[in-house]
């Protein structure tokens, strides 16, 4: 769907990702660019969409996962549809005549010139709420946190409710647009993934039957709202913003701070 690529360099100052950590990915085969490097100063290059899925890791990474588990991490929330609308070129080609908020928005953080532009904290895909580094919650496909990952730190591995190999339909962007179903996940290698094979495979339990077997007694399975959680530790991750920083970024657009309640005015 993408015209538009990019070079490593903006890629990751965009999102903050030292090139060493690219060049690890690239490595594992994590990450596969549209066009290879090397040879007579052929220029590796990234779609924007490729672009977005480093940035989720990215993000991952910055709240203190190791390379490779955040990398995980992001291909086990049901992110392929989400990250639709974060497209600069979905944003020209298909919400130029829509004057919703959502799209006014979204056409804001590709303009130069463009004001409020950072979402709402109502807005779908805010928060990804981690609860004692084990429990990923995230409201990617509804109106409060749902328990997509739990992480065993001594196995080092990542038990995901939704089954990665598959698309999930999210937001409903790819079907109201007529887009491309495809799984990311198709693009990758399995092996850079810290998922047990009974997780990918085609097993005929349900997906939720084996994610239900890690769940420990008493852990809620969905998040209404932080205040009310008793946890040791808890980290905060607004998708929502990084996404649309990173494009700004990625665009050589200029970013402008402000507190939140600015934004709304």
Known sequence: MSDTVFTDDQVT???????????????????KPIQAGG????????????????????????????????????????????????????????LKERRDLGARRLKAMLSPVGKNY???KDYLGTEVIIVDRRYVYADVTGDRGTLFVI???DRQRVYPWLRPSRYYE??????????????????????????????????????????ARCIP????????????????????????????????KLLGLPVSYHPFEESQR
């Open 170 to 211: 999210g937001m409903g962007i790819a079907n109201r647009f007529g887009l491309k179903t495809d799984p990311d996940i198709k693009n990758i290698s399995r092996h850079s993934l810290l998922i047990d094979d009974e997780f990918l495979n085609d097993a005929d339990d349900s997906d939720y039957d084996r994610f």
């Open 13 to 31: 100052s965009a999102c903050n990702l030292h090139l060493d950590n690219l060049r690890r990915l690239i490595t594992w085969g994590a990450v």
């Open 39 to 94: 040879g007579r100063g052929r220029v590796r290059k990234w779609t924007a969409r490729q672009g977005l899925r480093i940035s989720v890791t990215a993000q991952f990474v910055e709240a203190g996962f190791s390379l490779q588990m955040a990398h995980t991490l992001t291909y086990c929330l049901p992110l392929d549809d989400f990250l639709y609308v974060y497209e600069p070129d979905f944003i020209r080609s298909h």
């Open 217 to 248: 007694e008493g852990v809620d399975t969905s998040i209404v709202s932080v205040d009310s959680l008793v946890c040791r530790n808890l980290c905060l991750i607004n998708l929502a913003v990084g996404l649309t920083e990173f494009i700004r």
């Open 118 to 120: 950072w979402p709402t």
């Open 151 to 153: 992480i065993d730190g």
